[in-house]
């Protein structure tokens, strides 16, 4: 029974195969066809993973040097900002700019422990 059922697939695959088309060309048999297709299914499907590959390997590289440019930019910009925190800068700020004075007399008031503010 198992070796009936063998025979009659292998009967029909081998139809199916054997099955001729005619064209100018002569004949072609649909597993020529089957495996034509298959080749450029494969051609297509290798041309496009190459392509996105490569974009993607610029898109890498371009990001890359952003990453280069953002750092020295940052690097910049601490050190901008450590010389503007500096002391000396917000002395002659002060002078300059908003007209203060070095305080050379300091007076301290004493208070009373018991003393208490009330508003009134």
Same mark, same amino acid.
């Given at each position: 029974?198992? !070796?009936?059922?063998?025979?009659? +697939? %292998?009967?029909?695959?081998?139809?199916?195969?054997?099955? !001729? &088309?005619?064209?100018?060309?002569?004949?072609?048999?649909? /597993?020529?066809?089957?495996?034509?297709?298959?080749? /450029? #299914? *494969?051609?297509?499907?290798?041309? $496009?993973? $190459?392509? %996105?590959?490569? @974009?993607?390997? +610029?898109?890498? #590289?371009?990001?890359?040097?952003?990453?280069?440019?953002?750092?020295?930019?940052?690097?910049?910009?601490?050190? !901008?900002? @450590?010389?503007?925190? *500096? /002391?000396?800068?917000?002395?002659?700020?002060?002078? #300059?700019? /908003?007209?203060?004075?070095? #305080?050379?007399?300091?007076?301290?008031?004493? &208070?009373? !422990?018991?003393? =208490? =503010? $009330? %508003?009134?």
């Amino acid at each position: 029974m198992l !070796k009936q059922k063998s025979n009659s +697939f %292998r009967q029909k695959l081998g139809k199916l195969i054997n099955f !001729k &088309t005619k064209n100018d060309s002569g004949t072609i048999s649909n /597993l020529h066809i089957i495996i034509y297709c298959l080749s /450029l #299914a *494969s051609l297509l499907s290798y041309l $496009v993973i $190459v392509n %996105r590959t490569n @974009t993607m390997g +610029f898109e890498i #590289a371009e990001m890359q040097m952003r990453i280069i440019d953002l750092k020295e930019s940052h690097r910049d910009l601490q050190s !901008k900002t @450590t010389e503007l925190q *500096s /002391l000396p800068r917000i002395k002659e700020i002060s002078n #300059a700019e /908003l007209n203060m004075v070095v #305080a050379e007399n300091f007076e301290y008031v004493s &208070t009373l !422990k018991s003393s =208490v =503010v $009330v %508003r009134k």
